[in-house]
């Protein structure tokens, strides 16, 4: 065996013939193959496995990218082998080149959420502070761009690297969208899967700008403050029931609660006053529909008086037109002053038509005067 034949076995031992990376963790998104002194012998074996792709750098720029598949590396299927500089001793000549694997399997349950609340301005409730968080998936779909673009020179590459990034991009696009939609507060915890699809789709762009695909993109939540969601709900309740009925409703509770709380033979009787009270409104409230008649309130210690009675008011005609309305007592004074006589007609509430004062009997006690009636026998 000559001196170069010894020299080529030697250094053929020491230059890479098989490219390979098996990938051991769920993590790793790109990972540099290590070799010996960035040397790689021609003619080696290059084996990409399923949800990999293979990326060669020289001299910090993109040289060839290569799927799944296996690949003996020559002139014929990497070009770049007839501009990179290797060894010219008269065998096959090793090569210098950096190789990446990179992971093109989806990378799913990725966090996602907003670090400080967004600010929202609502037609109804005026400025508004909300949250959101939730999940999303990607994965690589250009390796070549996300070498050159996000991992530079960095040998092994994690997800955690890239999710800051993401998210960061993610919170501010989710911002955006929410604020450009315009809806209603209580509607974006309502229209989550909607407001998905629309952040997804303003969100692709950003992704495949450095090489990634975003597959999914999920909100779980909306949330705001509590003292909103009960304004909230307050709100939709007083928009969709009658608000005497919502009023005599929340009366109710308090007096049942307060019924409770007083305890005691007092209380007892306390909590049945006011349960009389509210049964007799609850009843005039409802005589409409049950042809019943509306009951007088109970006070607390016996019945109210009646209403004051009102005196009769008569209508009487004066020179062929309308007069009054005018009392007994005033019809009076218009007999006796001779504004009217026993033949002036006259009208109340109750009588069909109008008629000759002298024929209605309680008018007719002012119509003879002071004279007493004969006594009986004479």
């Known amino acids: 065996m000559g001196i170069f034949d010894k ?17 051991y963790t769920d993590d790793t998104i790109c990972h540099r193959f290590e070799r010996y002194q960035n040397e790689i012998k ?68 990725e966090k996602w959420g907003t670090k400080n609340p967004i600010t929202l301005n609502d037609d109804r409730f005026g400025l508004v502070e909300i949250r959101a968080f939730g999940t999303y998936a990607f994965k690589i779909s250009d390796a070549g761009k996300f070498i050159v673009d996000i991992v530079g020179t960095d040998n092994n590459f994690t997800n955690f690297e890239i999710n800051e990034h993401l998210k960061s ?84 509770k308090a007096i049942e609660a307060a019924a409770i709380n007083e305890g005691g033979t007092a209380g ?45 008011q008569y209508f009487y005609a004066a020179n062929g037109q309308q007069a009054g309305p005018a009392t007994m007592e005033q019809l009076k004074a218009l007999f006796a002053n001779r504004t009217i006589n026993k033949e002036t007609l006259v009208w109340k509430q109750g009588m069909d038509n109008w008629a000759a004062l002298n024929t209605v009997e309680e008018l007719k006690a002012f119509l003879g005067g002071n004279t007493p009636p004969p006594l009986p026998g004479a």
């Open 268 to 312: 007892a009787g306390m909590g049945m006053g006011m349960g009389f009270v509210l049964a007799q409104q609850m009843g005039g409230m409802m005589s409409p529909q049950m042809g019943g008649q509306q009951q007088m309130p109970v006070q607390q210690g016996g019945m109210m008086p009646p209403p004051m009675p009102t005196p009769v």
């Open 169 to 252: 991009l993610i919170a501010t696009r989710f911002t955006d969208t929410v604020g450009e939609a315009n809806l209603p507060i209580e509607l974006y915890a309502a229209n989550t899967t909607e407001l998905s699809e629309t952040c997804k789709e303003v969100m692709q762009p950003e992704f495949g700008s450095v090489g990634i695909s975003l597959e999914k993109f999920f909100i779980e939540n909306v949330s705001m403050p509590e003292d909103l969601k009960k304004e909230i709900f307050e709100y939709s309740r007083i928009d969709k029931l009658d608000l005497d009925k919502l009023t005599k409703f929340k009366t109710a």
């Open 7 to 23: 020299i080529k076995e030697k250094l053929s031992n020491e230059f890479i013939d098989i490219i390979e990376w098996l990938d």
């Open 42 to 109: 021609n003619e080696a074996k290059l084996i990409v496995r399923e949800g990999q792709t293979a990326v060669f750098i020289n001299e910090g720029r993109l040289a060839d990218v290569f799927t799944a598949g296996t690949y003996t590396l020559n002139t014929q299927n990497l070009p770049i082998l007839s501009t990179l500089k290797g060894w010219k001793y008269g065998f096959d000549s090793p090569f210098k080149a950096e190789v990446y694997f990179v992971n093109t399997h989806l990378f799913t349950d």
